[in-house]
């Protein structure tokens, strides 16, 4: 039986997840309801999370290390969906600080699992946004990565207008949207991958490792230069919008420079 003592802090669940948990232990690849409750109460949505969350981290890493084919990939979701919510206000900081030699295996499966392929589109991109929460870059783990039809849209760092940035189908500029004259638009110009910077190199090739061969086109541009309709300037996309997006990163959080 699974007994936890956990801090007290904010929303919970506290006492409803152990009996949850151990329902999936037992049949880790076959009870589906067991994990949905799970996902419900562990990362709420996708994205809320509590102490109850990080408590859970080990027994996930254990279904990982069982290697039972049908679990290992929902584990690593959902550990990944968990850490990618560290920088909320969960009153867990020092409970994150134990389980850290856990988190820091979980990447080191998920690098694992990334090599080994055979993954379906959404467990591919479930284990790259994990990969990225377990490296620390949680706006990243969290971003939109829809290069079909997706716009982003930032603050121009020299004159604060808000740039509307397109790259998928309807093509690759960045725009300031007039409703009453029509768009300003300009082209983006995408990074050459090998020019990259370390963060947007890693996400470039665990996308192409991944088989996300167009994600990784996609990312070109986001770590690519834009420009602004208003004033001309130009500035890197992806650096904008993480100063835009990415949580405030303390230097006595429980995050460790450069993840886990």
Not at 61 to 69: N, P
Not at 132 to 161: I, K
Not at 219 to 230: I, K, M, S
Request: glycine content about 10%; hydrophobic content about 40%; overall charge negative.
């Amino acid at each position: 039986m699974i007994e936890w003592q956990l801090p007290r802090y904010g929303r919970g669940p506290y006492d409803e997840v152990p009996p949850v948990l151990e329902r999936v232990l037992r049949s880790p690849s076959s009870d589906e309801e067991a994990w949905r409750e799970l996902w419900h109460l562990l990362a709420t949505e996708g994205l809320t999370v509590c102490a109850a969350s990080f408590a859970a981290l080990p027994y996930l890493r254990d279904i990982v290390r069982a290697g039972e084919s049908a679990a290992v990939d929902r584990a690593l979701e959902l550990a990944g969906a968990i850490v990618a919510g560290v920088h909320q206000d969960h009153g867990a900081d020092e409970l994150v600080r134990e389980v850290a030699p856990v988190i820091a295996e979980l990447r080191r499966m998920v690098a694992l699992r990334i090599d080994g392929g055979g993954l379906s589109p959404a467990s591919a991109m479930a284990l790259f946004r994990a990969d990225l929460a377990f490296a620390g870059a949680s706006g990243w783990s969290l971003a939109e990565y829809d290069f079909e039809d997706g716009f982003y849209t930032v603050s121009c760092p020299h004159c604060d207008l808000p740039v509307t940035l397109a790259i998928g189908d309807y093509g690759q500029y960045s725009a300031h949207r007039d409703w009453g004259e029509g768009d300003v638009r300009r082209p983006l110009h995408p990074s050459p991958a090998d020019e990259l910077s370390s963060l947007g190199k890693r996400m470039y090739d665990t996308a192409r490792a991944l088989g996300l061969a167009e994600m990784a086109e996609g990312l070109t541009y986001l770590f690519g230069r834009a420009e602004c309709p208003d004033c001309a300037s130009t500035f890197i996309v992806a650096d904008q919008y993480a100063a835009d997006n990415e949580p405030h990163h303390s230097s006595d959080g429980p995050v460790p420079a450069g993840g886990w």
